[in-house]
């Protein structure tokens, strides 16, 4: 059976493989599907710079969660997830996620010629009901933390 320490190793290492892959994509692939899209499509010819800067902020939201959660991880190793510490990273993750859910909805509301193209205004769509879904998972997860850290308070003052 596994433990926690090989788990942990484990999930650091795919974290740190998404981070790369992530950096790789912010440099590469975001400027290189926003051209794309601004030479197929030319309404969002004018916008390549405004789609390239919410994209790669897309992206940087996530190396964000990313980035708490191997810190959260550190936590899980040193036995100290169930303390105070713990709320600073989870409510950084919060924040990532509902800057990345606010920019892609105002990006939704502010750019009429996303609308034009179907295919991309439901795939945008979907991801924004897939960030607001993480966000409110990632609140019950905050509240499910506070629980166990208060019966763990609670525990060790009866011990």
Do not use: K, Y
Not at 12 to 21: D, K, S
Not at 48 to 56: D, T, Y
Not at 88 to 109: E, K, S, Y
Not at 140 to 157: G, H, I, K, N
């Amino acid at each position: 059976m596994l433990t926690t320490h090989r788990l942990v190793a484990v999930l650091r290492g795919l974290l740190g493989l998404a981070f790369v892959a992530l950096v790789l994509a912010q440099v590469l692939a975001v400027p290189w599907l926003v051209g794309q899209s601004a030479g197929e499509w030319p309404a969002l010819a004018a916008l390549r710079l405004p789609l390239l800067a919410v994209g790669v902020a897309e992206l940087l939201c996530v190396q964000v969660v990313i980035w708490c959660t191997w810190e959260l991880l550190t936590l899980v190793e040193q036995d100290r997830i169930f303390s105070e510490s713990a709320f600073g990273w989870v409510n950084a993750i919060l924040g990532a996620i509902g800057a990345a859910w606010l920019l892609l909805f105002g990006t939704l509301l502010a750019v009429d010629d996303l609308w034009r193209l179907p295919g991309l205004a439901l795939g945008l769509l979907l991801m924004l009901v897939a960030e607001a879904v993480l966000g409110l998972l990632m609140v019950v997860m905050r509240a499910l933390l506070r629980q166990a850290t208060t019966l763990r308070a609670d525990l060790e003052a009866v011990i």
